[in-house]
Nanobody, 118 residues
Framework: QVQLVESGGGLVQPGGSLRLSCAAS????????MGWYRQAPGKQRELVAL???????NYADSVKGRFTISRDNAKKMVYLQMNSLKPEDTAVYYC????????????WGQGTQVIVSS
């Protein structure tokens, strides 16, 4: 079965940096879009960043210039480099992977906690 495993979350000071990683394993083929979402307590889950097969990216306005999404297609991994972290970045971060043909399936990781606090 397909599984996504996130890592790299933790507690960090405001202004600090974290790098999140997500590894896809199992019988997944033709990955199209990979992305990161986050959900803070009492808030809706929101898109943080997306990266498509060709490398084009899309970011939420709140993280532009601070976060960078990247992917390694050979390793089936997606990363989120988070710099200049703010307390409002505190959330559970979820990895999402979209599989193309023939299954067109969406997969979610279990989430990794990011806390930005002094």
């Amino acid at each position: 079965q397909v599984q996504l495993v996130e890592s790299g979350g933790g507690l960090v000071q405001p202004g600090g940096s974290l790098r999140l990683s997500c590894a896809a394993s199992g019988s997944i083929f033709s990955i199209t879009v990979m992305g990161w979402y986050r959900q803070a307590p009492g808030k809706q889950r929101e898109l943080v960043a997306l990266i498509i097969s060709g490398g084009a990216t899309n970011y939420a306005d709140s993280v532009k210039g601070r976060f960078t999404i990247s992917r390694d297609n050979a390793k089936k991994m997606v990363y989120l480099q988070m710099n200049s972290l703010k307390p409002e970045d505190t959330a559970v971060y979820y990895c999402k992977v979209d599989e193309g043909a023939p299954r067109f399936q969406t997969y979610w990781g279990q989430g990794t906690q990011v806390i930005v606090s002094s």
